[in-house]
């Protein structure tokens, strides 16, 4: 009697360990099948913020810019962003309150290279001397850091009453300079008309 008994305990229990090794096996199976899934994709974005408000500060915690946007794609492994419908708006106190948008923009370098695409619109306000101005072109450059931008596309830009058309531009916020790089035309209306 005690011989089958045996025989039983012993069905069971390989039973049981059969069982908790197919349990592993699957558990294990499943467990890496769920983070390949995750981290197997090289392509795209790894996180995509909608209306996002960002202001980068400098050294000294001042808030120097604004970002706000309709959308934001992030991908951290090419340091790289794609920006819908960006606007970028200086918050310095000491420099002439500027403004940037265009239809998207892309951003690298951490951040501090920002290339805008697509019906790109820069407007400076007035101070000192200098009139409030407005360029537009399909392209630009922008450098955070340096506080620059730059196009080598076609630009429209308007000072006050005057208008200059180029091909390609230069801007300093630093110094408040805007230039024409090449083919620079200024039309200056007269005093006496409107």
Known sequence: MKQPEWLGNAVSVSLFAVLAAASW????????????????SKEGPNTIIENPRVTRSD??????????AKKIYFDERADRSLVEHPVMTSLAPDQPKTSMQAERAITTQQ?????????????????NQQPAAQVRTS????????????TDAPVLIERGASTLQ?????????????????????????KNQP
């Open 166 to 190: 180029g091909i390609g531009m230069r801007m300093d916020q630093k110094t408040g300079q805007i230039e024409i790089v090449s083919e620079s035309r200024m039309v200056v209306p007269r």
């Open 111 to 127: 951040q501090n290279r920002v290339d805008l695409e697509g019906n790109v619109r820069i407007e400076r306000s007035a101070f």
């Open 25 to 40: 096996g699957l558990n294990e199976f499943l467990r890496r099948a769920q983070l390949e899934s995750v981290v197997a």
């Open 59 to 68: 050294m000294q915690g001042h808030a120097r810019y604004r970002l706000d």
């Open 139 to 150: 392209r630009a450059t922008v450098l955070i850091r340096e506080e620059r931008a730059e």
